[in-house]
């Protein structure tokens, strides 16, 4: 047994969840190469980022990652179902009377929010992510950051997705938990599988299977996964080469919090941090449009660049400010905490703008609000030796969220990302949709169904807009 004294600071950037506390965490560790001896049994960043990597040699880093959300789905502390004396214990929760219709002619969304699930029961969830970097030693994270009560994992597997729901059997292993194949995940923790050894390629489709034994809540979710994921019937078929007639088809992450691959000393991790436009809403389900996904596929296509990791922790709705899941409240654990963190851009924004903006009165939301928090985060990067990507706000104007002040606000808190220097590098999104003839709105190319998020189109547009010098050792545009 080895024993490790970590700093309060260290603690809250390892735990995130948990209070910033002084103490000992004690951890097997049994490498199996030199190499392994080189991660951290507990956290694994890049070196300058949160708790660095000790040696040159290699390292944890993050492929694929997504961001935890509440599901609201009302029930007690174990959290069965959504509210209400007769929800159901599994399945999808019933849709609510829809709204009426928009007038004719208002833009409106082009694909609808996913269903919530109210929870599991004996069953089995195979999820499929895409991965950035390769490698050929792998594990993954669970999560349970936002439950309230313990879940029970009765077996884990990742495999190489064949297609749908179907896996690679040559490709498929056991996961275990300190050697255990079974694992109880407390209220608020994260916890790491062992690593198993699998060849995973740049871009690969990967297939988590988690099986529930008992009954669980939904509570823990990534609600847009934009990707399928598989409910089986009854019983484990975590091992199973497909998921024959699921119970059903969503497309959400339940429990799964990341996947990291073993990569050389150089290799590190972009976080895209933001809300809806970088979670990708709008566009198209198990295409990866979204534009984290195209910056990936750039920066493996250029062997300068071909070390570096893409994850995307966007949350759909999200804003910058507030509690319960505001940007800086989630900064630390979704962003800083991610093994082999580097960089991070910033784009968040726009939901702050668009309720702030209606307020009025002396101490009424301003772009002031926003450009403090962005320089919190900013500070909060810089203690742990990660970059921060300033981003700008992509237009909003003729959707249901606009107004004449919102677009002010908006403005101002371009002009800061753009001319402050407080920033380590600027990617100017929006400039890379914009109108030029309207500069309030998207322009035709960005194919926007509702003016306020991108279609596939416009994910491209942003994705490309990124300078991949800022990431290259001595090229024009690194932040340093």
Known sequence: MTTKRISSIAAACIFGFAGALSFEVHAQVTPTSAAERVVAPMSGAAPGGCCASQTTQQHWVATWATAQQFAVTGGNAGGHGAS??????????????????????????RFPIPPTLAGLNNQTVRMIV??????????????????????????????????????????????TFSGKP???????QVMISDPVDLTVRPLADIAISLY???????????????????????????????????ASVVESYYYLAGVDVLAPADAATIV??????????????????????????????????????VVN???????????????????????????????????EGINDISGGARQTGP?????????????????????????????????????????DRGEEIRSAANNFIRTSGEFDAVVDFDAAVRDPADPKRYRAEADSPDLLHPGDAGYKLMGEAVDLGIFVPGARGRPN
Not at 154 to 165: E, F, N, P
Not at 215 to 237: E, P, V, W
């Open 363 to 403: 101490n009424a939301f301003g772009a002031a609000d926003l450009i403090a928090a962005y320089r919190q985060v900013i500070a909060m990067a810089h203690g742990a030796g990660v970059k921060v990507i300033g981003c700008t706000l992509t237009p909003f104007g003729g959707s249901s969220a606009y107004s």
């Open 130 to 175: 895409r991965g950035s970097i390769g490698g050929s030693r792998v594990r993954i994270r669970v999560s349970n950051a936002v439950g309230g009560a313990s879940v029970t994992l009765g077996a884990a597997h990742i495999a190489l997705r064949s297609k749908d729901s179907a896996i690679v059997p040559a490709a498929d292993r056991v996961l």
């Open 212 to 246: 529930f034994p008992k009954q669980t809540s939904a509570q823990t979710n990534h609600r847009f996964s934009l990707h399928s994921t598989y409910i089986s019937k009854d019983g484990d078929m975590t091992g199973q080469t497909e998921i024959p007639d699921p």
């Open 272 to 309: 895209t941090f933001g809300d809806s436009i970088t979670d990708g809403d709008q566009s198209s389900l198990n295409t990866n449009s979204e534009w984290p996904a195209v910056l990936a596929a750039r920066l493996q296509a250029n062997k300068a660049t071909s070390n570096i990791a």
């Open 313 to 347: 922790a966007g949350i759909s709705g999200n804003r910058i400010l507030g509690d319960n899941g505001g940007g800086m409240v989630r900064f630390f654990h979704d962003a800083l905490d991610l093994p082999g963190v580097k960089w991070i851009t910033l784009l």
């Open 84 to 109: 209400g004396a007769t929800a159901p214990l599994v399945g999808i929760v019933p849709a609510p009377t829809p709204p009426p219709p928009p007038p004719p002619g208002t833009p409106q969304r």
């Open 182 to 188: 079974a694992a109880t995940i407390y209220a608020g």
